[in-house]
């Protein structure tokens, strides 16, 4: 008869999602290409050329965020004065001029390299970034609608249930198990 120690099961660890297996391999063939790229503007002109752009990058892209973000500081004061007053805010309806997006590209500009410098340009073109934020949106609803019950996204999906009269009710759905007792009616929501 032998008697051991009994090697204690794990569950198996979930499978890492493609993106986190490849973000760190896309980044360091980022960083290889801005050094690389570098160099050649470098040995194809001088030092001082590329030291120039990349301080032309800079300062390009935080004269970009500081407009960006006084424009977006300018609409919410707008809409906070709006709402005080009654009227529906204008800052109600999607936001047309992408501060966020001149964020990114502001971001990028002032991150050291060509080509997120001219990623940052291309972000701050009007049609790059109507693109872009369509993109962002059908893929924000596609990952809405498939989230998984309990997760991130159905509390999302939760958070936006209104009631016929425009008030938002907050709570959750708690289905009754087979064997459950029934309870009475519940008391009208008010505020």
């Known amino acids: 008869m032998t008697t051991g120690a009994q090697t204690p099961t794990y569950p198996a660890r979930p499978r890492r999602s493609r993106l986190r297996t490849l973000l760190p391999l896309g980044i360091a063939a980022w960083l290889v290409l801005e050094i690389w790229l570098l ?13 120039l752009v990349l301080v032309a990058g800079f300062i390009l892209g935080s004269v970009v965020i500081k407009r960006a973000g006084r424009r977006a500081f300018r609409k919410l004061s707008e809409a906070l004065q709006q709402q005080q007053s009654g009227v529906m805010p204008a800052a109600a309806r999607p936001n047309s001029e992408g501060n966020g997006l001149m964020m990114l590209g502001g971001l990028l500009l002032m991150i050291p390299g060509l080509v997120s410098d001219a990623v940052g340009l291309l972000l701050l073109l009007p049609p790059v970034q109507k693109a872009v934020s369509r993109s962002a949106e059908r893929t924000f609803e596609r990952k809405l609608r498939e989230a998984d019950p309990g997760t991130l996204g159905g509390a999302f999906q939760q958070a936006r249930m209104h009631r016929p009269d425009g ?9 009754d198990e087979p064997g459950d007792t029934p309870q009475g009616p519940r008391p009208p929501l008010t505020h």
């Open 167 to 175: 008030k938002v009710v907050q709570g959750e759905v708690i289905r």
């Open 39 to 51: 160099t050649m503007v470098a040995g194809a002109s001088s030092g001082l050329v590329v030291f």
